[in-house]
Antibody, heavy 118, light 110 residues
Framework: QVQLKESGPGLVKPSETLSLTCVVS????????WTWIRQFPGKGLEWVGY???????NYNPSLKTRVAISVDTSKSQFSLRLSSLTAADTAVYYC????????????WGPGTLVTVSS | NFILTQPHSVSASPGKTVTISCTRS????????VQWYQQRPGRAPTTVIY?????ASGVPDRFSGSIDSASNSVSLTISGLKVEDEADYYC?????????FGGGTKLTVL
């Protein structure tokens, strides 16, 4: 069974950079696309960006200047960096597998809450 | 990019049928596949319908997806409603290289 698990700090300060990692098990990270999605408290889902196993990326245009996603196939994990944080970045961050053909997000991690506060 | 519009909330009684719509603002709804996700409180979303009409593995046949080119929308229909169907439902599609979510619909089973 494919499993994903996010890890990273639960609390970060404004203006700092958030770093999250997603470890993938039960599937080869050298296939498919891998994505980050966030959900603001009590709100809907927002796509952050995705990366292929070869390292090609696409980002939400609204975050493009602040976001970077990387992949480490040797560790079967991919990572998110989001800079210049503000309180508006407080959200639950999910990693998920993206089916390249239909763009179906077929496996998700449980999510990790990130709070931006001094 | 286009926008996917969903009703904010719907409600129905156990045993009844409910339909949630997802309307694409521009471009042809049939041009890009649409998925439906169910999200229960405190949990990650899970796929119920993919590629417009295909039920995900383990999803009961009470859940079905349809596409209507005339209204440029897709719909999720849940029949024989159960209390456990109460959740938020999101449609999702893509445009070129961008993933797009609808705003979500809260289903209340009264």
């Amino acid at each position: 069974q494919v499993q994903l698990k996010e890890s990273g700090p639960g609390l970060v300060k404004p203006s700092e950079t958030l770093s999250l990692t997603c470890v993938v098990s039960g599937a080869s990270i050298s296939s498919f696309y891998w994505t980050w999605i966030r959900q603001f408290p009590g709100k809907g889902l927002e796509w952050v960006g995705y990366i292929s196993h070869s390292g090609s990326t696409n980002y939400n245009p609204s975050l493009k200047t602040r976001v970077a996603i990387s992949v480490d196939t040797s560790k079967s994990q991919f990572s998110l960096r989001l800079s210049s944080l503000t309180a508006a970045d407080t959200a639950v961050y999910y990693c998920a597998r993206l089916s390249g053909f239909s763009y179906d997000l077929d496996f998700w991690g449980p999510g990790t809450l990130v709070t931006v506060s001094s | 990019n286009f926008i996917l519009t969903q009703p904010h909330s719907v409600s129905a009684s156990p045993g009844k049928t409910v339909t949630i719509s997802c309307t694409r603002s521009s471009g042809n709804i049939a041009s890009n596949y649409v998925q439906w996700y169910q999200q229960r409180p405190g949990r990650a979303p899970t796929t119920v319908i993919y590629e417009d009409t295909q039920r995900a593995s383990g999803v009961p046949d009470r859940f079905s997806g349809s596409i209507d080119s005339a209204s440029n929308s897709v719909s999720l229909t849940i029949s024989g409603l159960k209390v456990e169907d109460e959740a938020d439902y999101y449609c999702q599609s893509y445009d070129a290289t961008t993933v797009i979510f609808g705003g979500g619909t809260k289903l209340t089973v009264l």
